[in-house]
């Protein structure tokens, strides 16, 4: 499956094009970087110190070694090594108080810096993803979008915060520790970096391993995601179906993928660390042995074997991160690629370089031959052409897939057409900023959809503009303000995720008052009034009247009851314009409009019959 191949791609471990990319993140925060840096270093450099400190104790008070230390220490030392060893032991608490407070530093710095490097790249992922056209939404889904900014960001932020600065450190360290122990005794250090192979191999196996499971833990993440983003919104289908337990089934297979996943980087970490601790442990045998012989044979010093001990201990820690590192620079790698991708994905619909003024009012609706079609030549509208004068109210019927709700969506410029043109005020919208046409526009479509936040916050969706009293208005022209003010707080009531707790009703009133609220030029009706009750709808109808008052209105409906009012009826069948005209005009045609009329009237006399029928029967 393309998506979970995507999700299990590792790219590069460093890939110079996208760190650029990303340290674009870190660039207002190179102060806080640079600070890290120098912490970094100084505690690689105080690694050394603590070791030395030990040889000096050693070589000058517990087993004094003639020669040993150079002259210009032997004279600053105290004679007495009681005073000496205090001396060095508060110096090696300085160096040890002073690794802690660097080290804390670093780690501070650099988590806050990547944490506020992923706060603007999460920004820049919504923000990119406000501004998406429909069709990229169509191709999408929702789980893989989810992942990106969630999942691959925490990926991103563990490389910044503990990731390319660490790696520097740890280089530091490697580097620092060669240098004191070759300056040392070049031949235990030579002995030390015979292991060195071994370990090398061990960390190329590991990291194999864990590249693998990590790969898969993404994956299955991804699944995760997708799975609980559709199940949860789909609940009540799934409860409605009995598919409770199909769904706990499924979940519980790629619930099992991620652990079984982790298992395998458990176990790869189970046996690494214990492997380069055994290497490390045979390296020290072997210095312990030759060290020996050259402390017998007065070549080195006891001092010097004890710090060189403590050099090689320090030694092959900062491999074992590297390794780890290593993995944690290639997922971010592979998670960079994959935002970066999210992020350059460039919308269809776009605004030209130079939009053009809207044109004063009034303003007409024209389709010029508009040919439109969501993939390739399958066409869904094939040489339509109408005009909605200003003014205007316009039914459009016809049967499912007919293309009612695409003359919108192409209207609204959530698509672009393939042919034709397609002109507000006889100007061409795709010479318009989109969001600048939409704002003519106001829809309530079939499923109204309502954020977590309050009823007035609803209405408003963010326009300040609208005042309570114009926001009072707006409910009560379409019969909500009664039960607006039938709440303990009003308007300030609380909406929870997906309005729950509100009637189908209750949200399409909803989405009528926020429509009105924002007082568009333009009103679009898609299917509002389908998914509720008869009473609801006979107050929807009764407040149509206000809603439609003085702006161009465009109703798309199966119930012809609640378009008969239109001015002007379009009749789509097959993707094309077949009929126009009043209601009275259309049935006196006999076609298409005339059979659905006929259809609905059938069933509407066989529901009303049947009650009839029923209670004729009963005693």
Same mark, same amino acid.
């Given at each position: 499956?393309?998506?979970?191949?995507?999700?299990?791609?590792?790219?590069?471990?460093?890939?110079?094009?996208?760190?650029?990319?990303?340290?674009?993140?870190?660039?207002?925060?190179?102060?806080?970087?640079?600070?890290?840096?120098?912490?970094?270093?100084?505690?690689?450099?105080?690694? =050394?110190?603590?070791?030395?400190?030990?040889?000096?104790?050693?070589?000058?008070?517990?087993?004094?070694?003639?020669?040993?230390?150079?002259?210009?220490?032997?004279?600053?030392?105290?004679?007495?090594?009681?005073?000496?060893?205090?001396?060095?032991?508060?110096?090696?608490?300085?160096?040890?108080?002073?690794?802690?407070?660097?080290?804390?530093?670093?780690?501070?710095?650099?988590?806050?810096?990547?944490?506020?490097?992923?706060?603007?790249?999460?920004?820049?992922?919504?923000?990119?993803?406000?501004?998406?056209?429909?069709?990229?939404?169509?191709?999408?889904?929702?789980?893989?979008?989810?992942?990106?900014?969630?999942?691959?960001?925490?990926?991103?932020?563990?490389?910044?915060?503990?990731?390319?600065?660490?790696?520097?450190?740890?280089?530091?360290?490697?580097?620092?520790?060669?240098?004191?122990?070759?300056?040392?005794?070049?031949?235990?250090?030579?002995?030390?970096?015979?292991?060195?192979?071994?370990?090398?191999?061990?960390?190329?196996?590991?990291?194999?391993?864990?590249?693998?499971?990590?790969?898969?833990?993404?994956?299955?993440?991804?699944?995760?995601?997708?799975?609980?983003?559709?199940?949860?919104?789909?609940?009540?289908?799934?409860?409605?179906?009995?598919?409770?337990?199909?769904?706990?089934?499924?979940?519980?297979?790629?619930?099992?993928?991620?652990?079984?996943?982790?298992?395998?980087?458990? =176990?790869?970490?189970?046996?690494?660390?214990?492997?380069?601790?055994?290497?490390?442990?045979?390296?020290?045998?072997?210095?312990?042995?030759?060290?020996?012989?050259?402390?017998?044979?007065?070549?080195?010093?006891?001092?010097?074997?004890?710090?060189?001990?403590?050099?090689?201990?320090?030694?092959?820690?900062?491999?074992?991160?590297?390794?780890?590192?290593?993995?944690?620079?290639?997922?971010?790698?592979?998670?960079?690629?994959?935002?970066?991708?999210?992020?350059?994905?460039?919308?269809?619909?776009?605004?030209?370089?130079?939009?053009?003024?809207?044109?004063?009012?009034?303003?007409?609706?024209?389709?010029?031959?508009?040919?439109?079609?969501?993939?390739?030549?399958?066409?869904?509208?094939?040489?339509?052409?109408?005009?909605?004068?200003?003014?205007?109210?316009?039914?459009?019927?016809?049967?499912?897939?007919?293309?009612?709700?695409?003359?919108?969506?192409?209207?609204?410029?959530?698509?672009?057409?393939?042919?034709?043109?397609?002109?507000?005020?006889?100007?061409?919208?795709?010479?318009?900023?989109?969001?600048?046409?939409?704002?003519?526009?106001?829809?309530?479509?079939?499923?109204?959809?309502?954020?977590?936040?309050?009823?007035?916050?609803?209405?408003?969706?963010?326009?300040?503009?609208?005042?309570?009293?114009?926001?009072?208005?707006?409910?009560?022209?379409?019969?909500?303000?009664?039960?607006?003010?039938?709440?303990?707080?009003?308007?300030?009531?609380?909406?929870?995720?997906?309005?729950?707790?509100?009637?189908?009703?209750?949200?399409?009133?909803?989405?009528?008052?926020?429509?009105?609220?924002?007082?568009?030029?333009?009103?679009?009706?898609?299917?509002?009034?389908?998914?509720?009750?008869?009473?609801?709808?006979?107050?929807?109808?009764?407040?149509?009247?206000?809603? =439609?008052?003085?702006?161009?209105?465009?109703? =798309?409906?199966?119930?012809?009851?609640?378009?008969?009012?239109?001015?002007?009826?379009?009749?789509?069948?097959?993707?094309?314009?077949?009929?126009?005209?009043?209601?009275?005009?259309?049935?006196?045609?006999?076609?298409?409009?005339?059979?659905?009329?006929?259809?609905?009237?059938?069933?509407?006399?066989?529901?009303?019959?049947?009650?009839?029928?029923?209670?004729?029967?009963?005693?």
């Amino acid at each position: 499956m393309p998506g979970h191949q995507e999700e299990q791609k590792l790219g590069k471990a460093y890939d110079g094009v996208l760190m650029r990319r990303l340290s674009r993140y870190l660039l207002p925060y190179k102060l806080m970087v640079a600070g890290a840096v120098v912490f970094l270093t100084a505690n690689a450099l105080l690694q =050394i110190a603590g070791p030395w400190l030990t040889k000096l104790a050693v070589d000058r008070y517990l087993a004094p070694a003639p020669h040993s230390i150079p002259p210009w220490l032997d004279a600053w030392l105290p004679r007495q090594p009681y005073e000496g060893l205090t001396q060095i032991s508060l110096l090696y608490l300085g160096v040890m108080i002073l690794s802690l407070c660097f080290s804390f530093l670093q780690g501070y710095l650099m988590q806050w810096t990547g944490q506020k490097a992923m706060f603007d790249l999460r920004r820049d992922l919504m923000e990119h993803l406000q501004r998406a056209d429909v069709a990229y939404y169509d191709r999408t889904p929702v789980g893989r979008l989810l992942t990106r900014v969630t999942t691959d960001v925490d990926a991103l932020n563990e490389l910044f915060a503990s990731g390319v600065v660490a790696i520097l450190g740890d280089i530091c360290v490697i580097v620092f520790l060669l240098t004191a122990m070759l300056r040392m005794s070049p031949g235990l250090t030579l002995l030390l970096l015979a292991v060195t192979p071994l370990v090398l191999l061990a960390t190329m196996r590991f990291r194999r391993d864990v590249r693998g499971s990590n790969r898969r833990i993404r994956a299955a993440i991804a699944r995760i995601n997708a799975f609980l983003q559709e199940h949860v919104t789909g609940v009540s289908v799934v409860q409605l179906f009995n598919r409770e337990q199909r769904a706990a089934r499924d979940f519980d297979t790629h619930n099992r993928e991620h652990m079984d996943a982790f298992k395998e980087a458990i =176990i790869a970490y189970g046996w690494f660390y214990p492997v380069v601790e055994f290497l490390g442990m045979l390296a020290l045998a072997g210095l312990l042995s030759f060290g020996g012989y050259r402390i017998r044979e007065g070549e080195l010093t006891l001092g010097a074997l004890i710090a060189f001990f403590q050099y090689a201990m320090r030694f092959f820690r900062p491999i074992q991160d590297l390794s780890e590192k290593y993995n944690i620079l290639q997922t971010a790698m592979a998670a960079a690629e994959r935002v970066f991708q999210l992020l350059d994905a460039k919308p269809a619909v776009v605004a030209p370089a130079q939009p053009a003024s809207l044109p004063a009012l009034p303003l007409a609706v024209e389709f010029d031959h508009v040919w439109f079609a969501y993939n390739g030549e399958d066409w869904v509208l094939r040489d339509v052409s109408f005009r909605i004068e200003p003014g205007e109210t316009v039914a459009v019927v016809g049967h499912t897939g007919a293309g009612k709700t695409t003359l919108t969506n192409l209207l609204l410029r959530f698509y672009d057409i393939q042919k034709g043109a397609i002109r507000v005020g006889g100007v061409d919208i795709r010479t318009f900023d989109p969001q600048a046409l939409r704002r003519l526009f106001g829809i309530v479509l079939q499923d109204s959809f309502l954020f977590t936040g309050t009823l007035a916050s609803n209405i408003r969706l963010g326009t300040e503009s609208i005042t309570t009293q114009q926001l009072r208005e707006a409910a009560g022209r379409v019969n909500l303000l009664a039960f607006a003010d039938s709440l303990s707080h009003g308007f300030e009531h609380e909406v929870r995720e997906r309005g729950t707790g509100l009637s189908t009703g209750q949200k399409q009133l909803i989405s009528f008052a926020r429509a009105l609220a924002h007082n568009p030029r333009f009103l679009i009706l898609d299917e509002a009034t389908s998914s509720v009750d008869t009473e609801t709808e006979e107050q929807i109808r009764g407040a149509l009247a206000n809603l =439609i008052e003085g702006r161009t209105s465009i109703i =798309i409906a199966h119930r012809l009851s609640t378009v008969q009012r239109a001015n002007r009826i379009f009749v789509m069948h097959k993707g094309q314009l077949r009929e126009n005209g009043s209601h009275q005009q259309l049935l006196a045609q006999r076609g298409l409009y005339w059979r659905l009329y006929q259809l609905q009237y059938k069933d509407q006399e066989t529901g009303r019959r049947a009650p009839a029928a029923e209670e004729a029967r009963q005693p």
